[in-house]
């Protein structure tokens, strides 16, 4: 994953604004891609699929969106 992509991934998910505690800033655009991904992966997967694989494939498809996703990014 190029660099644009890793810093356009941990962006806050759900910016606020408001005071952070500490450099904690809740979901990353990262977390909430791979979630999103793994979602839909279990809704289609028979139950005997090893849960290692569907997770592997769903931060796969995170990095895959976020690398696409920072090639059109205007904000940075």
């Not at 904690?24 to 999103?36: E, I, P, S, V, Y």
């Not at 699929?49 to 494939?57: D, F, H, S």
Request: charged fraction near 25%; proline fraction near 4%.
């Amino acid at each position: 994953m190029t660099d644009r992509a890793k810093n356009y991934g941990n962006n806050p998910a759900f910016p606020t604004g408001q005071l952070k505690i500490g450099d904690f800033q809740g979901m990353t655009r990262r977390d909430l891609f791979a979630a999103m991904a793994m979602q839909g992966l279990l809704a289609q997967t028979p139950c005997r699929v090893l849960i290692g694989e569907i997770v592997k494939e769903s931060v796969q498809c995170a990095d895959a969106l976020l690398e696409e996703l920072s090639k059109t990014d205007k904000t940075e």
